[in-house]
């Protein structure tokens, strides 16, 4: 594993937490590696978009995905910068069943200089049977900074995303 | 519409009152209002809405000028949409109003604008498709 995705692995969590309405919606950090992330949003009737069916708002996926994809770029950049979302295509699958936890899988599968392109899953138990499939792109909007396998201090340590 | 009827559409929704959303009639149409809440922030050092905040104020704005025009039937359901963020959401007060771009018997394309200053300088920008209930 590289110091990056180490680093990533210690600081994630609060990466997440760190982000005002993620944490106001209850997301939770799963996992990371190169170019992946992980989030989790449990089911919370806060969250309900639709009052009859107790389904969660398309918004609220809209969000954990959106997370995930920022992330997911900051893994694939391999460096820690200011991201902001450019475009987010989203398709909603079939409803999410209300009581279970939304999982976001995103795959930063390229990065330019500027721009990181993601692709994302969100399921609620079955990964073969998604709630909704997302497409990203996200923008640097301030300097990348690298940390190299041996120097373990970068200075900086921003890392959110709009 | 009423400002009761509005009133009460808006707070219908769990998702919409979690956001803060406020709305109006006005212009024909609904306007949805998001005031700044620090808890739709999605980075704090700039500080800048949350992408996930505008695009379910979005979501939320398509649903309601819907519902509005059927308040008999229940929500629509998103099939897909695409966002595009285009300005840098400040922590101000942000407006959205959603225009039906194509009313069809079982799918509707919605096109939303968010705006904060003035209309003409929109800060995110939402097209989709929603799947509108069956009349009973």
Redesign the interface.
Known sequence: MSAFIEKLWEIGPALVD????????GVKFVAIDKGLATLSLPYN?????????RV?????V??????SC?LAAIAGFDGFA?L?????????QR?ATPGKTIIAEAVCYKTTRHVAFIRATAHDGNPEDPVATAQAAFMLTGPLYKVTDDVTNTGKT?G??? | MTQRLTDDLIN????????GVKAEFSDGGLLLILPYL?????????P??????I???M??CA?AELRRRAPEL??A?????????LR??KPVETFARADIFKEGARVSNVRVRAWQESEDKPIAALSGHFLLPKAK
């Open positions: 760190g982000t005002p309405h993620a944490r106001e919606l009737v806060e969250l309900i978009g639709d009052p009859r069916s969660i708002a398309g918004g609220a809209t969000t954990v995905l959106d997370q920022g200011q902001a979302t450019l475009s987010l295509r989203i398709d909603y409803s921003e959110q995303t709009t | 219908s929704i769990p998702y919409a009152k979690m956001l620090k808890s739709n922030i999605g980075n704090p050092t700039l800048a809405l949350h992408g996930g905040a695009g379910g104020f979501e939320v649903m229940p929500f359901k998103p099939i897909g949409v695409n966002i595009d963020y840098r959401g």
